[in-house]
């Protein structure tokens, strides 16, 4: 099933669709050429919006976790995609360790957990999960459905190095450590300096990584590959603003989330106007590190912003493992017009490597189109896409699942790219 | 679909098959090893046979022309994979032409190049058909179906490079030559000394490739492969010997042939026994260097093979495009024991670089187990593997579908390293 945009295509953006699907040559072409000098993360996952005048990457996660969520069709394309990333990364990788996230009580978690585990199986890893949890002092299984259980191990440190006890008292040495976890709580001390290989790398994780950077690089990415197609870089791009030394209990720097919200929605309005959309425009306050939904505002005036009860107050000052919040990104909102059965659908397109391996809609019942999608406990139905990412069909519309889905696949691919870029500066 | 292996699987193969199944971490890890030191060639086919006490390859075609057989439903693993050797063979890649087989009017091996082009653009690449043929003259668009059809350019050659003339009376120069054509009439002028790339090289082609050397290589792969498996390289490896300077029409030669003959069923028998394998022994004799199935005789005993008569003899001492034979290969004969519908099934894998992308049954009804499958015409019909061949399934007996086609894939696999082996000495 491919949802319904309930608006049609602007002129703009339908061009920009049609300069994609009918100019796959020189896109591949050009992402080649990009690959050849930028290292893509291992892995990622990136929500999409589609507004029918735009169509733009929102979050760019850098621990994806819906694998679960994909369509198992195409589980040999992810099989073959970590095993391209494999032999580029760690050849000589034999065992690896994941870690994942310490919530072990959300199933949907732990069955993303099983499915990126049976990937790495398949790909032929010996792969076993290791918890930072310091609750967790000896292997545990945790059953994800009637017929698959997975195990939780604790992690062994011994000088520079990761371990887990086997039963018969001998050791399990991990080549390289799978991180799925995005060090919300920061960076565990277990696995600081270690000589074992951090895939993705440290670095990646909340504790370092900034959704403003981030997308500064999209920008710069997103304004290169507008030359290539000859349009607008608004079309593939939100605008967005960075402010820090916020603190919304206090509110100290309130003055400032009020000036930039108003420019921001300023700059939407005139964007609007030239390409005639009566809509209003709203956006978007997030964490500018940090994860999960928790955190995020959506305001179509500043006055909406700082007359916050106390609920909201908290809420926005609060994220993930209980770090507050100082800095957000202040982020143009992107209408979703993607509907199933009248509900709100957002794409999210699944990468390994740079290589799209699929993706699913995240679909919410009761949530307007210009709500956060990814809120808390993920009240979401995911929908599979049907079809690969891969196949632009020059013969039919844009609308055509497997034309759609291509497009997808760029835009996400542009994400990827601008994550590649960020992360080599901090490497 | 899966055939029925009409016999039990001997002890032997079943301990074969099991430990690849479950232990396909090692086996994994042992390919990446091997690709480090050794370059897949760009494309290959793979034809196994399983007797149900032996599973090897009989041919492995560096210029496979069986595209439009595989299941349609893992075009994009084929894309991905086309990908990732485009991006390590010639990232720079845009424009590539396709050097077909010159026999223009079988539609299956047209359907096969509609295909090729078909996973080439979809990998992001211009793709246009270039024939050395010398008898195609303009543009010719050839039907394949009743909605498609493919366009046979004639070459023109400017220096060291080949390019095509467009209508507008500008040219189209490819970066990069693809060759589907396995240079059985010899290397075209045309083709030689080019600046150029051609993928894979022109010493892929039988004027220079002899199956002897490939068997050889693969031979030395087996063995190495059983060390890891601990078992007997013969499981997977069929005997073989070359001869040279015979002549059948004079009876040059023979001799020898009886004599080679004699031996290598003498040796099967012996092994035989060590199996309790009630079945005949039989040889196949093949012309060293060519392909199409012609020049290739089934025996039982060497009076077989020499009590030859006048149209057997002519078959004998040519192949494809008029080529004669002096040079055989003598093979131990497998046993085609899987049977789809009461017909003999061959299994095909195919390969892009060292990636198993699918594969497909030559399924023949009206020719015995013994009896060679790849005969002029192709009368077969093929059926699709229905699942990928990534993912073995530990769980379930070796007769699943999923877990079979997993050690065709990598009985593949070793052919392909055997061929990369084979053509990196030549280079």
Redesign the interface.
């Known amino acids: 099933m491919i949802p319904i945009l309930k608006t049609d295509l602007s002129s703009e953006l339908l061009d920009l669709e049609n300069y994609i699907i009918n100019h796959?040559?020189d896109?591949?072409?050009w992402?080649?050429?990009q690959?050849?000098e930028h290292t893509a993360p291992f892995y990622a996952s990136v929500d999409l919006r589609n507004s029918g005048f735009k169509l733009t990457p929102v979050d760019t996660n850098l621990f994806p976790g819906g694998f679960n969520n994909l369509n198992p069709?195409?589980?040999?394309?992810t099989?073959?995609?970590i095993?391209?990333a494999?032999?580029k990364i760690c050849?000589?990788?034999?065992r690896v360790l994941i870690i994942p996230e310490n919530h072990t009580r959300n199933k949907f978690y732990l069955k993303n957990i099983f499915e990126l585990t049976e990937i790495l199986?398949?790909?032929?890893?010996?792969v076993r999960i290791g918890s930072v949890d310091t609750s967790i002092l000896e292997p545990t299984n945790i059953d994800i459905d009637e017929n698959h259980f997975i195990t939780i191990e604790p992690i062994d440190k011994r000088e520079d190095f990761l371990f887990l006890k086997n039963k018969d008292g001998s050791e399990f040495i991990p080549c390289s450590i799978i991180l799925n976890n995005d060090l919300s709580g920061g960076v565990p001390e277990k696995i600081k300096n270690l000589g074992q290989q951090i895939i993705p790398p440290i670095n990646a994780g909340w504790p370092t990584r900034r959704k403003s950077s981030h997308f500064q690089y999209y920008s710069q990415v997103a304004k290169e590959f507008s030359l290539l197609t000859n349009s607008d870089p608004w079309l593939i791009n939100p605008l967005s603003e960075k402010l820090d030394n916020l603190n919304f209990s206090s509110g100290e720097g309130e003055d400032r989330l009020v000036e930039t919200i108003d420019r921001l929605l300023h700059q939407i309005q005139k964007k609007y106007n030239e390409y005639n959309i009566s809509q209003d425009p709203y956006v978007v306050i997030k964490a500018n590190a940090g994860t999960y939904g928790m955190g995020v505002m959506t305001v179509k005036s500043s006055s909406e912003a700082i007359n916050l009860n106390r609920k909201m107050k908290k809420k926005m000052s609060v994220i993930k493992e209980g770090m507050s919040v100082s800095e957000v990104l202040v982020q143009e909102g992107i209408h979703t017009e993607e509907k199933i059965n009248e509900a709100v659908a957002e794409p999210v397109v699944y990468m390994i490597d740079h290589?799209v391996i699929g993706g699913f809609y995240r679909v919410h019942t009761s949530k307007g189109k210009d709500e956060n999608l990814n809120s808390p406990g993920m009240h979401f139905a995911p929908v599979a896409f049907e079809t690969?990412c891969?196949?632009?069909d020059q013969g039919r519309p844009c609308h055509d699942k497997a034309n759609r889905f291509y497009a997808y696949g760029v835009i996400a691919r542009l994400s990827m790219l601008a994550a590649a870029k960020e992360l080599s500066v901090k490497e």
């Open positions: 796959s040559c896109i591949e072409h992402f080649r050429t690959w050849l069709d195409f589980a040999p394309l099989i073959q995609a095993s391209v494999i032999e050849p000589d990788a034999w199986k398949n790909s032929g890893l010996e290589f690969s891969l196949m632009p």
